[in-house]
Each structure stands twice: as structure tokens, then as C-alpha cells.
């Protein structure tokens, strides 16, 4: 019976230092000055948080090889509908360190359609989405409160820039 209340009274004891350990992670991320996305979540220190603001765009796809339509038994050419999903994901793994800073690693990726143009072919209708990526993945070390900032070195997209904020909250 004594264990069994000693072993309860330490599960609550471990729910209330683990509450202490949360950590507030926040993604920001900026074309130039303007920031365009700012997406944050609270984690328990060693948890990665799963940031992404995107959305789906639908266009018109022309099959990826002939046996695609003769799979479907027809002679007839169809375009087929596919989806872009583009805007911003990140992976966020933040450690709290001995010394009270916190280890973030990061893998993210901000996907933008540049162009989409579209033409007839076989006298369907296709779009061609052309998009551009930027992604990284490091492990940086910070201070509570203060921000791992991931400059772009991409000569397409120079003024945009990801900024990762980690705050250990109390």
C-alpha cells in the first residue's frame, strides 16, 4: 500500500517538473520587412513541434506517362487533377541545456509558386505550376526568449528570411 502511494505522489510530482519544461516555439517568416507567416506552439522540452501554414492550390495535370491512359481503357487523352501545396512547414526540436539555454534543431521549407501557366494540349486544358524552394535544416543554440535567425543565401528570394524563437516557459 506505502508503494503504491509513494509511486502515485511521484507521478504527480513528474506531471508538475515536466509542466516546467515547456517551451514556446515560434516561426516567423519575412520577405523583406513585411512578416508573411508567424506560426508558434507550445512543446514539451525535447517534443518537436509540427509548424506549417499552407495551402493546397489544384491545377490541371497532363498524365505522367502514355500508360496512364491506357490504364483506364480508353484511347482518350485526359488531363488529370493534382494538388500544390505551398507556404511554409517546420520541424522544431527544442532542448533545454544544462546551462539553461535551449538547443533548437530545425528543418523547414517555404515553398512559393512563381508562375502557373497553362496551355491546350490534345485539346485539354494544362497547367504548368512553376514553384521555388527554400529549405534548411540546423541546430542552433540560444538563450530563452532570444531567436535562431536562418538568413537566405538563395539568389532568387536574397529578402526572405526565417527567424526561430524559443522561450522556456515558467
Same mark, same amino acid.
Given at each position: 500500500m506505502k ?7 511521484l507521478?504527480?510530482?513528474?506531471g ?5 519544461e515547456?517551451?514556446?516555439?515560434? &516561426?516567423? $517568416?519575412y520577405r ?6 508567424? *506560426? !508558434?506552439?507550445?512543446? +514539451?522540452?525535447?517534443? =518537436?513541434?509540427?509548424l506549417?501554414k ?9 498524365p505522367s506517362?502514355?500508360?496512364?491512359r ?6 482518350e ?12 512547414? &517546420?520541424? $522544431? ?6 546551462n539553461?539555454? *535551449? !538547443?533548437i534543431?530545425? +528543418?523547414?521549407?517555404y =515553398?512559393?509558386?512563381?508562375?502557373m501557366?497553362s496551355?491546350?494540349v490534345?485539346?485539354?486544358l ?9 529549405s ?16 537566405n ?10 527567424v526561430?524563437?524559443a522561450?522556456?516557459?515558467m
Open positions: 508503494k503504491t502511494l509513494i509511486a502515485l505522489a507521478l504527480s510530482l513528474a508538475t517538473a515536466s509542466a516546467a515547456d517551451i514556446l516555439v515560434q &516561426a516567423d $517568416v523583406g520587412s513585411e512578416r508573411i507567416y508567424m *506560426i !508558434s506552439d507550445v512543446v +514539451d522540452a525535447g517534443t =518537436t513541434a509540427d506549417h499552407t495551402q493546397s492550390i489544384k491545377y490541371m495535370s497532363a506517362a502514355p500508360s496512364d491506357e490504364a483506364g481503357g480508353t484511347s487523352w485526359k488531363a488529370e487533377e493534382k494538388t500544390l501545396v505551398v507556404g511554409f512547414e &517546420a520541424k $522544431v526540436t527544442p532542448r533545454l541545456l544544462e539553461g539555454k *535551449i !538547443s534543431n530545425t +528543418d523547414y521549407k =515553398t512559393t509558386l512563381t508562375e501557366k496551355e491546350k490534345n485539346g485539354v494544362v497547367d504548368y505550376p512553376k514553384t521555388h524552394v527554400l534548411g535544416q540546423s541546430q542552433q543554440i540560444v538563450k530563452s526568449g532570444t531567436h535562431a535567425d536562418f538568413d543565401i538563395d539568389q532568387d528570394h536574397r529578402d526572405t528570411r526565417v526561430i524563437t522561450i522556456k516557459m
